[in-house]
């Protein structure tokens, strides 16, 4: 018996395993796949997620692995530089391939004690008041608490839960892999600039030692699961570009579409959905497994508060609340970034316009924190602008604040150094700091480093610990 099965170790399912562990809850991370993934696709962490891994200790090891590039030029790839003064320690985007990041993940899952199984397929399920029970492919039956399907678009565990998955059909596909080339780079880059004057979905660069990344529309939608031919890349090379430049020796061939879903729930009784099997959008802006990551970041604690008993009634439907309307505006800038990327006159037009608009920086700076989910603020109810959104880490007598974090608890900092947090103790840390750079008096964060109260009145903390953390010991 478990009290957690994930179906999934992608970015999403590893995430969530790790911080389910923080709380000590019991979890099977279930991989249909034998091996990682072998094809590389590189992509951008944003800041907001960039500051989670600072959360729970992850940042140097990302870091290493990754590429620093100036955070800007997110938004319909409008080539306008960030705004000055981002508010964040990590202002900028971070390049790394995505199997990095999940094996990352999924070491630090394994290391807290997640327990992961690989060549596993979840095929069927059945939940009943006490749990839910997992079938895989082989006929092995396991039982768990809960089941939290982090399979990924095609998500079994969401078509088996019967969720509705509304939204708009691939309407292109692109082509992307990695090969080698038969003419000099020089010929290929001169001949894509001009293809890019027109056309910008074309793309052809350097993908380490003699490999080049291809990235090229597709003739079509196709319906075939497979990865395409080289023979279709070169067919569609040729289409585009007037040229195949010689593609030879694929080390991985794959396709993407531009589907746009979202599931109309993210939780029935005993299972939930969580990363790509919520939500689908076109890879523009770099924003599928930045959100993925910050859905499991959610609800992590609050599935751990469930299992634990410590948890409000309505504390596990929050992620619902919170995270649905955050993917909902996803999907909304994707589609919104897909038009602007037409080659058709109306698009273009109001492609020159908005980059006009971004000169103005509280445009620019909008659509920044948008892209980079810095700008997320979660309904608390009324309160000062703070009260919902995630605090940045700042500068607090023992270092920093996010360094306060890695333990996945929730934290008062006080500078009035009067309150407690009394009989919440063994969830919510405190740390009174009249040094804190802060502009009100105490905050309450969760342990996704949400401003959950700000204040300085110990009967209205307790009300609000109590609202998030349960009833006191
Ligand atoms: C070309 C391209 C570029 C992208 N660039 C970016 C970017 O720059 N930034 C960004 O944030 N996002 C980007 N994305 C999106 C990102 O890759 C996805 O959003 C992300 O992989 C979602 O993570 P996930 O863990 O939810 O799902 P997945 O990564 O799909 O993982 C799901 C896992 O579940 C497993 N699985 C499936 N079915 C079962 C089953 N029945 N039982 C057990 N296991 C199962 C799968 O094998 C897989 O390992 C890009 C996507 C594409 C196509």
Not at 27 to 33: G, N, S
Not at 138 to 161: A, M, N, P
Not at 394 to 422: F, N, S
Request: proline letters at 5%.
């Amino acid at each position: 018996m478990f009290d957690v099965i994930i179906a999934g170790c992608g970015p999403t399912g590893a995430m969530l395993a790790a911080e389910l562990r923080l709380h000590d809850v019991r979890v099977l991370v279930l991989e249909k796949e034998t091996e990682p993934v072998s094809f590389v696709r590189i992509v951008g962490l944003h800041v907001r997620s960039i500051e989670l891994m600072e959360m729970r200790g992850l940042l140097e090891r990302i870091l290493e692995r990754g590429r620093q590039r100036p955070a800007g030029g997110f938004f319909a790839a409008i080539n306008t530089p960030a705004p000055e003064g981002l508010d964040s320690a990590h202002a900028y985007l971070l390049g790394i391939p995505q199997p990095v990041i999940v094996q990352l993940l999924e070491d630090h899952a394994i290391d807290l004690g997640a327990l992961v199984r690989r060549g596993c397929a979840v095929v069927g399920f059945e939940q009943d008041d006490d749990g839910v029970t997992v079938e895989l492919a082989d006929g092995e039956q396991l039982r768990s608490r809960y089941l939290v399907g982090c399979d990924g678009g095609r998500s079994t565990v969401r078509k088996l839960l019967g969720v509705g998955f509304p939204g708009e059909p691939s309407r292109t596909e692109t082509l992307m892999g990695e090969m080698q080339v038969g003419v000099p780079q020089e010929e290929i880059a001169a001949r894509v600039a001009e293809v890019r004057e027109t056309d910008n979905r074309l793309s052809i660069g350097p993908a380490g030692v003699g490999a080049y990344r291809v990235v090229v529309p597709a003739a079509g939608v196709s319906d075939r699961a497979e990865p395409p031919t080289l023979d279709d890349f070169k067919r569609q090379l040729h289409t585009i570009a007037g040229t195949d430049f010689g593609v030879h020796s694929p080390r991985w061939l794959s396709r993407f579409g531009d589907a746009t879903r979202l599931a109309e729930r993210y939780r029935v009784g005993r299972v939930l959905l969580a990363g790509d099997a919520a939500h689908i959008h076109p890879p523009i802006g770099g924003q599928g497994l930045n959100l993925g990551v910050q859905d499991a970041f959610n609800l992590g604690w609050k599935l751990a508060a469930q299992i634990r008993g410590w948890s409000p009634e309505t504390l596990l439907d929050t992620y619902q609340a919170e995270r649905h309307p955050v993917a909902e505006d996803v999907l909304d800038n994707t589609r919104a970034q897909m038009e602007l990327l037409s080659t058709e006159p109306g698009p273009q037009a109001v492609r020159r316009l908005l980059t006009e608009l971004m000169d103005f920086d509280v445009v620019n700076r909008h659509l920044i924190e948008k892209i980079t989910a810095i700008g997320i603020r979660y309904d608390f109810g009324a309160g000062p602008d703070l009260l919902g959104r995630r605090l940045r880490d700042i500068d607090v007598k023992q270092g920093h604040l996010y360094g306060l974090l890695h333990r996945g608890r929730g934290l008062l900092l006080d500078r009035t150094e009067r309150l407690t947090v009394g009989g919440w103790s063994d969830r919510v840390d405190y740390l009174g700091d009249p040094t804190a750079v802060l502009d009100v008096p105490c905050v309450l964060l969760r342990p996704d480093g949400h401003v959950a109260w700000i204040g300085d009145d110990q009967q209205d903390l307790d009300d609000h610990l109590s609202r998030w953390f349960g009833k006191p010991n």
